[in-house]
C-alpha cells in the first residue's frame, strides 16, 4: 500500500510556500486570511501603544523639598533626580523674579516630561501629595517627629512640642478622656496609635496629633475586643505596661506571661529590672527632653514601682497583654540570643540562664 500524501487545499497555491520565487504578495495570495489577521491583531496593537503611551507620559513620582531647602539645592535635587536638565535654566529665571523666596516645603507629584515652569508654579502654590506615614508598633515620639520630617511635612518640630513631656499646651488642647488619669506633666507618649496615616502639607501639628489620639480611642477604648480595665489598674499604668512588653518580649503568648511576672513583682514591692526603661531615657537627645520630677525616673532597677510613663506606643496586642496578664509561679525571664523568652523560678536560676544562653 502506498503513502497518502495530505493533500493542499486549492486555496492555497504551492507558491506561497516559496514566497522568494512568487511575485505575488501575501495579501494578493489570501486576501481573506490577512484581512482576518489585522481585525484581530490591529486592537492589540492600537492597546499596546495606549498603554505605552500612559506608561510613559504620565508616571509620576514623589519629589521633596524640606524646610530650609535654598533654591540652589533644589535644583541640584531636581536634576539628580531627573526632573530637570540644566540647573541654570531652572535657577536664573527664580532669581530675577525673586520666585525663589516662595518656593514652599512639602512633598510634590512630579513627573518628568513637566516644564520648569509647572513645577514652580506647584512649589509656589504649595500644592502638596498627602505623604503616608506608617506609625509601626514600638515608635516612640521621637521617630514619629522624624518620620514626619522624612516626609518633608514641616510640622514636625511642633509636634514634638505638643506631645512630649512638659508641654503647657498639651492639656488644653487634647481632652480625650482616656488622657485624664495622667500624671501632672506627663506627655502623650504611649497614646499615639501606631497605624499608617496620610498627612497633608496644610494640616496642623495639633490636627495630627488628635487625629493619632482619636485613632487609640477608636480602637482601644471602643473597640468591644478590648478586655475591661482591672479594677486596681488606670488607663496610664496599662499603656505603661504595655509600652514596656512591647520592647522585651516577642510573641502575644510571652506577653501575658511576663505581663503577669511584672504585676505580680509591682505588688510585693520588688523592682521590675528591665532594661528597655533605661534605654529610653538614655537615648540620644532624650536627656534634654525628658526631665521626670523628683525621684520618679526610668530607672527600673534602683527603684519600686513602674516608671515615670510609658517608654514606647504599644499596639493592641500588648495593650490586651497588660489587662490580661497569664498568672505563674516565675520570678525572672530573659531573652536568649535567638530572642527565645527564657523564664526562671529563682534568682540563681535566673543567673544561670543568664551565663547560659545571654553571657
Known sequence: MGIIHPSIPPAVSPNFLNLEDSPQTMFELHPKICTMCFRILAPIIIFCCITFQVYTVSTTSFFIIHKGDSVF?????LKSEGYIKSRFTF????????????????RYALSKDMTNKEMVSLFEEGTTAPVRIDIIPGM???DISKLLSKGGLSQSEEFLKLALPGSAESPTKFTQKF?????????????LYPDSYLVESTETAEGIVNR????????????TSTPPLPKNRSMYEIVTMASILEKE????????????????RLEVGMPLQVDSTAMYFLQKNKTELIVAPGDMTYNTYDRVGLPWGPISNPSIENIYAAMRPVESDYWYFLSSRDGTTIYSRTLGEHLINKAKFVD
Open 249 to 264: 518580649v516577642r510573641t502575644f503568648e510571652d506577653k501575658k506571661k511576663v505581663a503577669g511576672i511584672l504585676w505580680k
Open 140 to 142: 516612640t515620639i521621637n
Open 91 to 106: 535657577v536664573t529665571p527664580l532669581l530675577f523674579t525673586g520666585k525663589y523666596k516662595r518656593l514652599q516645603a512639602g
Open 73 to 77: 539645592q533644589i535644583a541640584r535635587n
Open 179 to 191: 488622657l485624664a488619669n495622667r500624671p501632672q506633666g506627663a506627655g502623650l507618649e504611649g497614646y
Open 212 to 223: 493619632l489620639l482619636n485613632s487609640f480611642d477608636i480602637h482601644v477604648m471602643q473597640s
